[in-house]
Structures are given as structure tokens and as C-alpha cells.
């Protein structure tokens, strides 16, 4: 007979590590999927995963439509720019479309019941079901069992008697079955949603105000540097080497013009708008204010947009200044 195939959403967390186990060890088929989201911090190993365990990966861009998504979600934010509802039910909408295509006969997650406050109370989990068009059609292995029987389970193509129990934020029952399954090597916790941290999701409601088509490219730079604006225009302040290489980068490619400080190390100071002299006097004296230059001195500053060069001549600006200025 042929194997049931599933479709796992795949973070590469150790959830979503676990429910592909968990399924291989009931001979069932995994494929999996795993969404290359623009507003995650971290880069996990996850073709090193689908190498170890022996599955095939997909990999799905989240584009500008999903960045619409988070500008205006139906069922809101979290406690900063987190939309989780809509993202996860946006999510399994993609996965539900891939896993007709590869012909799986199920999706399953590593969803816990009660671990996330915003996407996975059990509420919330029939909610996403019912909105993504899939309801009693996913299963969690892992908390399973302080869930509904799903179709898989009443067609046998899954033992509910060997899914778990799991609820709650505590980790340690996820933790012991690594142990069961010899996983040693798993990233902590963290989540990785740059959207709940406090500090970019002000740069991401900035960004979403002063403008009306965002790309990706926007998100990239929300990831660097010191961020400001003045009348209107935005300052992009690098703050170490690595993240000057970075900026440039990102300039060139978006055609944006930047700023570096001539004779002194200093950072790259990319400007996101117009350019007039105010605006350029304003941003040169902030790359100074961040450089190693003498403070008190007029400082020559260079700026350079595509052919364009322009040599400024300024001070630091005080404190107080930049302070009003930042995002």
C-alpha cells in the first residue's frame, strides 16, 4: 500500500522538528515546508534538518503581499506589529495549495496548545482552521490529543494513539522526547519574529506611514543601523563595519544616496527621500555626531548618489537634535 503522505509547516524549531519525527516513526511520508519570511531575525539550518531527517523541503518568499498583510490585518497585533492570526491562517492557505499540488494527504504542524498567546490557544487554533478553509484537516502531533479528532485520525492514516498531550509554555516535554528521538542539536526558543520586538516595530509603523509601496528592500534596511527622520525623509545610520558593507550594499542596489565622513572613521549614513540642502546639512551633521571626528570642528563630509558627489562642510549636531530626530 501506499505511504500517507503529510505536508509540515517547518520553522526549523524543535516543535516543528518533533511533528516531522513523530510522523516518520508511523511510517508516514513528510514533505514539509518552510516560509523564507522578510521580517525574521534568524537564519535556521533548515536544509541541514531536511538533509538529517530525511525529507524533502520546500521553500516558500513571503512577498509584498504578506507585507500587505501586516499593514492591515483582519484580526490585529499582538503586543507590538505581530499579526499572528492572520500570518499563521495566510500560511496554512500557501501550504494548502502546496500540499494539492505534491499530493499529501494531510498538513500537520508543531503547534502546542497554550504555548503562544497571540495563534495557539485552542480557540484560536479552530479559528485559523476555519478561516484557512482546513478545518479538522490539520494535525498537531504534539497536542493532539487536547484536540478534535482530524479527518486523518478517523481515516487511519494516523495512530491518535501515538500523538501527544503536550499543552502549555513549558518546554520540558519537548526537551525529553529530543532525547527519545537522539535530536541534540536545536535552536532555543527565541521565535525570531523581528514583529514582536518592541524597538523594530516602531521603524515598521514609521515605514508603513510615510510610505505607500513598500519593498523588500525596505524591510532589509529596517534590519540596520540607527534609524531617523527629518521633514519627512529618513536617515539610516550604520553602526559598526559589517553593517556599513551592508547599507552601501542596499544602496547601490535601491539607488538611494549615502554619506561617509572624509579623514575619520565614521559610519555609512544612507538617505531614504529627499535630498535638498537642508535635508542634506541635517544628515551630515548626524553622520559627524556618530564618527570619530573632533567635536567642535567643521568636519568634511561626502555624498554620493549615483554620478552625483557633493562635498559638505559641518559640525556635530548636539544631542538633543538627534535625540528629536529618531525613530
Not at 508511523?26 to 525529507?55: M, R
Not at 545610520?237 to 572613521?265: C, D, F, H, I, S
Request: net charge positive; charged share 35%.
Amino acid at each position: 500500500m501506499k505511504k500517507p503522505k503529510a505536508l509540515v509547516l517547518f520553522s526549523g524549531g524543535l516543535d516543528s522538528i518533533l511533528a516531522v519525527r513523530i510522523l516518520q516513526e508511523q511510517g508516514i511520508d513528510v514533505e514539509a515546508v518552510h516560509f523564507v519570511n522578510p521580517f525574521s531575525s534568524e537564519k535556521n539550518p533548515v536544509d541541514e534538518y531536511a538533509k538529517t531527517f530525511g525529507f524533502r523541503l520546500h521553500k516558500i518568499k513571503l512577498g509584498k503581499d504578506y507585507i500587505n498583510l501586516i499593514k492591515n490585518p483582519k484580526h490585529g497585533y499582538g503586543s507590538h506589529m505581530n499579526p499572528c492570526m492572520d500570518c499563521r491562517i495566510y500560511m496554512l492557505k500557501k501550504a494548502k495549495a502546496l500540499a494539492k499540488k505534491i499530493g499529501a494527504d494531510f498538513i500537520a504542524t508543531g503547534e502546542v496548545v497554550g504555548e503562544r498567546s497571540m495563534s495557539q490557544q485552542r480557540d484560536q487554533l479552530m479559528l485559523i482552521e476555519k478561516e484557512a478553509e482546513l478545518e479538522n484537516k490539520i494535525v498537531r502531533p504534539l497536542s493532539a490529543k487536547n484536540l478534535p479528532p482530524t479527518e486523518a485520525e478517523k481515516r487511519g492514516l494516523i495512530k491518535r494513539e501515538n500523538l501527544f498531550g503536550i499543552r502549555g509554555k513549558r518546554r520540558t516535554p519537548q526537551m525529553k522526547l529530543a532525547e527519545k528521538y537522539g535530536i541534540e542539536k536545536y535552536p532555543t526558543p527565541s521565535g525570531g519574529c523581528l514583529l514582536t520586538d518592541e524597538n523594530f516595530s516602531r521603524k515598521v509603523r514609521d515605514l508603513f506611514d510615510h510610505k505607500k509601496r513598500i519593498a523588500l528592500q525596505d524591510i532589509e534596511f529596517l534590519k540596520l543601523g540607527r534609524h531617523f527622520r527629518y521633514r519627512n525623509t529618513k536617515f539610516i545610520v550604520g553602526r559598526n563595519q559589517e553593517e556599513n558593507e551592508k547599507l552601501l550594499k542596499l544602496a547601490k542596489k535601491t539607488g538611494l544616496g549615502w554619506m561617509e565622513v572624509k579623514g575619520y572613521p565614521g559610519p555609512v549614513t544612507v538617505i531614504d527621500g529627499k535630498s535638498d540642502g537642508d535635508i542634506l546639512k541635517k544628515a551630515a551633521a548626524l553622520t559627524v555626531f556618530y564618527s570619530d571626528a573632533p567635536e567642535n570642528k567643521e568636519i568634511n563630509v561626502v555624498y554620493i548618489k549615483g554620478k552625483r558627489k557633493k562635498e559638505l562642510k559641518t559640525r556635530a549636531l548636539n544631542r538633543e537634535k538627534v535625540e528629536e530626530m529618531r525613530i
